[in-house]
């Protein structure tokens, strides 16, 4: 019996061998890791030789629940995919294939049906010789040939293998052709748009010859203190069913109202980071998309924010409209490219998509090679001819195709930024906008610099907008992501209502604020740990070069730039508010020892 | 665990009616009572009604139906349970190009899952193992007298929404609508007001109930896109 609110199961399969089992969660695990991102890490930890090659099949490629998954605690539908990044690097590599811990977090309904499914956690080892699809029913788990599906972009596997299965009631997540073609900065999505977008999950899955999981379930584990929870669910419903103003622009914008409200606050992504403000950015925002595409809103399992935009856009190109565009895919391939033709942005999130392409970090990439093909550091012999103008979507549509094959320049751009710098020199290295190899996202730094370059530059997956600026921040964000929690809806969960009450309600056992607070803490050091082991130091905690010399020209915030030296100062501050060493950044035997994580020294 | 609502003390009669693509995409689901009693305070006909223009496809009515229709006993209370979706009478269906369509008892006039009954009636009530509940109307399984053949089951899904499924040991009826005994729970926690009780006219056409069938509709209204229910 394992605690309450968890069934303590874990469902692992092994691809090489073709098999599987179901193992027990540690109960002490679960009161210190929680769940999700946190449990992910520390098996990742345990299991995992210092080292490892994150695309071999020693790799664990985990889909995480949490204790809050499939109970309908409004917005708790996340589920987090923990992996061994095949993104990011070290500065100074001690190991061929050092890289960071990488965990990636998809609404929807794929968790809550694991878990209906009996199980708290997914762990798959191995690689498969052909290509597979793992399919769970309750108890029953097969491993199908998936050969059928092989090739399929993300849109038709949805709709040719739901229509298969039939019924409407199983839930998925699957790769695209980019993950199969192993391209780094694969994803993995799922309902045709919903992603596990970062950190090269798609990668890692396409390396294991898994094209997809499909999962359905009829059970639910036992909550301990049943009255006391359903008290905490009826009130924190009542609050949502206010429908106040937070609510309501949840549904009527999503994050698209944010494409507007950051490029005026100077904190959007434009033009490889150059700028903090789009001239155009009402062309592709709220009301150009409630207007002209937009049909229906749609909201992840028992959530009531409905986020998800769904339509149809018509132009020069017919698309099928599954989510879009949201404040990450808005700017990464609108405004930090300069596009402001919303069909063509509409096509260009629809094809990341479907290709299974992680769009902050293509967006990010191609606005690289704009940069450098602008300032002549390239040619356009470099890019196989394409010619990569800013504001160009046929150009950046034929750049996306040959990353998702990994063809001519798409091979070494399918890599990221910081590959593409090391191949192209001069300087470019400067404007390569990532941290330990992984892209920045759509939230630009300078405006709030306080805040946005600690949150980049120390985040365990490399950079992370989802990080937080401080570390406070960032133990919470640890903390929902372990719990399966939504971000969007945590100020919904105060005072009473706050996460650590359904906790405790759900399982019977205490944690004092102290302690669940410390649980987010120990987990983010964990990750640090892990991280260290893989040869990351301080040096690795940094921002990009650009940050420092480009000035901001356009906008009310012209002028806005990083200064080095405070850069240095806040950075220094945050090494020893979390007591770990400023010249490695390493944590402190002590803070070690205080969070109970001893076993990583 | 079973169903522990009480259904007495009920004092309105409730009553579903059609579907159709009214105003507003306004569809109705459900039907007239097999008898069909208005409620004598207010000489109106209420009925569950689905707007899919509203639905964001959140699962929310499983959750609250199952716990309201499945109750555990915390100390010696019945409480709300843990809102099981897969215990639940409401189901919702997702479908791509996007579209969720939550589907429930309609409560056929003709109920041809009560029609479908082999049992002979019981010589006093007039029941088959399947019959409408006099009160509420809705479809109650005896399961006493119940053989577990599934024709009910295999009736709703040929003819209407496909809402009964046959419980896999005994194979007896289960998942219809219970009206959560006149306070339809599903409609109070709907997040995005796509449920709702009202008031309903009396003609209405029942083909055409299953999900698949909606969707294919749905998807025509929405995105202008043609698909036919074999490709959902
Ligand atoms: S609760 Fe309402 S919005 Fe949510 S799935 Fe059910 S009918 Fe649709
Ligand atoms: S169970 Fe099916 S056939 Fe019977 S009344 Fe309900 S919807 Fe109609
Ligand atoms: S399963 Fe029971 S209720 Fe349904 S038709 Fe057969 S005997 Fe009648
Ligand atoms: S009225 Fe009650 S029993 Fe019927 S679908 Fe709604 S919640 Fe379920």
């Known amino acids: 019996m394992s605690t309450k609110g968890y069934y303590g199961r874990m469902l692992e399969v092994d691809l090489t061998a073709m098999s599987s089992k179901v193992t027990m969660i540690p109960d002490e695990d679960i009161k210190k890791f929680i769940g999700g991102r946190g449990l992910g890490t520390k098996i990742l930890f345990d299991r995992l030789k210092p080292g490892t090659d994150p695309l071999s099949p020693e790799n664990i490629l985990m889909f995480m629940s949490g204790p809050f998954s499939g109970l309908p605690i409004p917005s708790s539908s996340r589920t987090c995919v923990v992996t061994k990044s095949p993104r990011t690097s070290p ?18 309904f794929f968790g809550p049906e694991l878990r209906f499914a009996g199980y708290d956690a997914l762990l798959i080892t191995g690689k498969a010789e052909k290509p597979v699809y793992i399919r769970i029913h309750n108890d029953r788990v097969t491993i199908e040939d998936a050969g059928e599906y092989w090739g399929m972009g993300t849109d038709s596997f949805d709709k040719t293998f739901h229509r298969e299965v039939g019924e409407g009631r199983w839930e998925s997540c699957y790769i695209g052709p980019a993950g199969e073609n192993l391209v780094p900065m694969a994803c993995i999505i799922n309902t045709a748009a919903r992603a596990a977008g970062r950190g090269g999950t798609g990668c890692v899955m ?88 937009w049909k229906r809103d749609f909201a992840c399992y028992a959530c009531q924010l409905a986020c998800k935009k769904s339509g149809y856009a018509k132009g020069a190109y017919n698309v099928q409209v599954h989510d879009s565009p949201e404040y990450e895919t808005g700017t990464m391939l609108g405004a930090n490219l300069l596009i402001s033709d919303l069909n063509g ?69 399918s890599k990221g930024v910081k590959e593409l710098a090391g191949i192209i020199g001069k300087g470019s290295d400067q404007y390569a906008i990532h941290v ?5 996202a759509a939230w630009n730094i300078p405006v709030n610099s306080d805040s946005w370059a600690v949150c980049y530059a120390t985040s365990n997956r490399g950079a992370c907008h989802m990080n937080g600026g401080n570390a406070r921040r960032q133990d919470s964000a ?29 399982t019977g ?53 990083v200064d080095r030296a405070k850069f240095q100062e806040n950075m220094d501050s945050y090494y020893e508010g979390r007591g770990w060493h400023k010249d490695t950044s390493r944590p402190t035997d002590e803070t070690l020892g205080r969070l109970g994580l001893s076993f990583t020294i | 665990m079973s169903n522990k609502i009480s259904h007495q003390g009920v004092s309105r009669r409730h009553f579903l009616s059609s579907l159709g693509f009214g105003t507003a995409g306004m569809v109705l689901l459900g039907s007239y009572g097999f008898v069909i009693r208005r409620d004598h305070s ?113 009736a709703c899904r040929e003819l209407r929404a496909g809402i009964i499924r046959s419980n896999p040991e005994i194979g007896n009826p289960e998942h219809m609508c219970t009206l959560c005994g006149g306070d339809p729970q599903c409609v109070k926690y709907c997040p995005f007001d796509a449920l709702s009780y009202v008031v309903m006219d009396d003609d209405r056409n029942l083909d055409g109930l299953s999900p698949r069938k909606l969707a294919a509709k749905m998807i025509e209204k929405l995105y202008n896109i043609r698909v036919t229910e074999t490709q959902l």
């Open chain 1, 91 to 108: 500065l100074s590599p001690q190991f061929k294939s050092g890289s960071t811990v990488s965990y990636s977090n998809m609404g929807g």
């Open chain 1, 478 to 506: 640890c903390l929902r992501d372990s719990l399966g929690a939504c971000s969007f809806a945590s100020s919904w969960y105060r005072g009473e209502l706050q996460y650590q009450n359904f906790l405790k309600a759900i």
């Open chain 1, 509 to 561: 056992l205490e944690w004092s604020d102290e302690e669940f607070n410390r649980a987010g803490e120990r987990i983010f050091n964990l990750e640090k740990m892990f991280n260290y082991r893989e040869g990351f130091r301080r040096e690795d905690d940094f921002i990009p070069e650009k940050f420092f010399v480009n000035k901001f020209t356009f906008g009310e915030h012209a002028g806005a730039i």
């Open chain 1, 206 to 293: 396409g390396s294991k010859n898994l094209k997809a999981v499909v999962v359905k379930g009829n059970k639910m584990p036992n909550i301990a203190r049943l009255e006391n929870y359903n008290d905490l669910l009826e009130k924190v419903r009542q609050s949502f069913m206010k429908k106040d103003e937070g609510v309501m622009s949840w549904r009527y914008g999503g994050t698209t109202d944010a494409l507007a409200s950051s490029s005026r606050a100077g904190t959007q992504a434009v033009k490889n980071y150059s700028e903090g403000t789009f001239g155009e950015i009402e062309k592709i925002g709220t009301e150009a998309n409630r207007k002209e595409i």
């Open chain 1, 436 to 440: 330990k190899g992984h892209e920045l």
């Open chain 1, 345 to 413: 942005l509409h096509r260009l999130i629809e094809l990341a998509d479907d290709l299974g392409i992680d769009i902050i970090s293509v967006g990010n990439t191609t606005g690289f090679l704009m940069e450098a093909y602008e300032r002549g550091d390239i040619d356009r012999e470099f890019l196989d001819g394409i010619d990569l103008t800013w504001g160009n979507v046929e150009a950046t549509i034929e750049l996306m195709h040959k990353i998702s094959k990994r063809e001519g320049i798409g091979e070494p751009a």
């Open chain 2, 42 to 154: 207010t000489g109106t006909v209420r009925a569950i009604a689905v707007n899919f223009d509203e639905c964001a496809g959140c699962r929310t009515c499983e959750a609250v139906c199952s716990a309201y229709n499945h109750m555990e006993s915390v100390n010696g209370r019945m409480v709300n349970g843990i809102g099981n979706p897969a215990l639940s009478n409401i189901r919702v269906y997702h479908y791509n190009p996007d579209i969720d369509i939550p589907s429930t008892c309609a409560l056929c006039n003709d109920a041809p899952c009560v029609e479908a009954c082999p049992v002979d009636p019981d010589p006093e009530t007039g029941y088959r193992a399947l019959y409408r509940d006099p009160e509420l109307l809705t479809i109650t399984n005896d399961r006493e007298r119940c053989i577990g053949c599934g024709s009910c089951a295999d």
